[in-house]
């Protein structure tokens, strides 16, 4: 962990582009709730195999119109070297200069296609495209991509995408902070050098959290687990022991040097703010 002490922290917040205007009256006041944490950056979400891309856009312009600072997700499955180009063109016309880059996931039932298997080559496309004109942000697994052969093939996929030319990395989300410190010492150990955010989801939906976590691989403790099964369909509860376990986690990888937090906030403003404050950030 000594290599994450050295970089400056990163506070930010990442949404989902919404799907109709009153989604997007939402997510307007959800931004202007988190910018008074004053975040580094908004991120924002892009569906599997592009199919928000334009949404995507508008939240990010409207993220932007309104002071913000915003970069968005780019995902490559599916993807040809055409579609990456316009799309960060598009970017770079509207002066945004940061962006997310992802494989992402094809829409359920297509067949793979596109000229991008792997994250890394979209890392390699762009720097070959644009040179630094773009900071770099990459997904890092330190549970391991569910999709990997092994962890040591995951980690190998990891270290392809930072010589690729990344900046930097934000986590999938973890409850249990050994996961993030082993992965940032195994990374160190390679020689990677940068900063390696991790991803937070704030708990206040056990059947949600459930969902996404089999989804993406993210372990939820079997204690945390249980203890949110007990409470059933007591939310107010489910909440606020959310707030006591994902507090205490940032609470943990801030004092061991984590070079800030990259909150998950479902286009939500509340679980967020208040694990912020307990934090006295």
Not at 44 to 51: E, I, K, M, R
Not at 65 to 87: L, Q
Not at 202 to 208: A, K
Not at 251 to 276: E, K, R
């Amino acid at each position: 962990m000594e290599s994450q002490k050295k970089f400056t922290r990163s506070f930010s917040f990442e949404f989902f582009p919404p799907n109709t205007p009153e989604g997007a009256d939402k997510l307007a006041q959800t931004a202007k709730q988190l910018a008074q944490l004053k975040p580094k950056f908004f991120s924002v979400t892009y569906g599997a195999g592009g199919s928000t891309r334009e949404r995507t856009l508008r939240a990010v312009l409207d993220l932007r119109s309104a002071g913000y600072a915003a970069a968005p997700h780019i995902s490559c499955v599916g993807s040809s070297r055409k579609d990456i180009r316009e799309i960060l063109k598009e970017y770079q016309n509207h002066g945004i200069r940061h962006v997310v880059a992802l494989r992402g996931d094809l829409p359920s039932g297509t067949a793979a296609s596109g000229e991008f298997h792997y994250a890394n080559e979209l890392v390699a496309f762009i720097r070959g495209e644009f040179a630094d004109q773009f900071h770099i942000e990459v997904a890092a697994y330190p549970e391991y991509h569910p999709q990997a052969r092994s962890a040591q093939h995951d980690l190998l996929s990891f270290k392809r995408k930072v010589e690729a030319g990344a900046n930097s990395a934000i986590t999938q989300y973890f409850y249990n902070t050994d996961c993030y410190f082993h992965f940032v010492d195994e990374c160190e150990a390679m020689g990677l050098n940068l900063p390696i955010v991790p991803g937070i989801m704030p708990i206040g939906r056990f059947s949600q959290l459930a969902r996404f976590s089999d989804a993406c691989g993210a372990e939820i403790p079997r204690w945390i687990r249980k203890k949110l099964e007990g409470y059933g369909d007591d939310t107010a509860s489910i909440r606020a022991f959310g707030l006591d376990v994902v507090t205490r986690l940032c609470d943990d990888l801030l004092a061991a040097g984590a070079p800030g937090l990259h909150f998950y906030t479902m286009n939500q403003a509340g679980l967020t703010t208040t694990i912020w404050q307990r934090l006295g950030l």
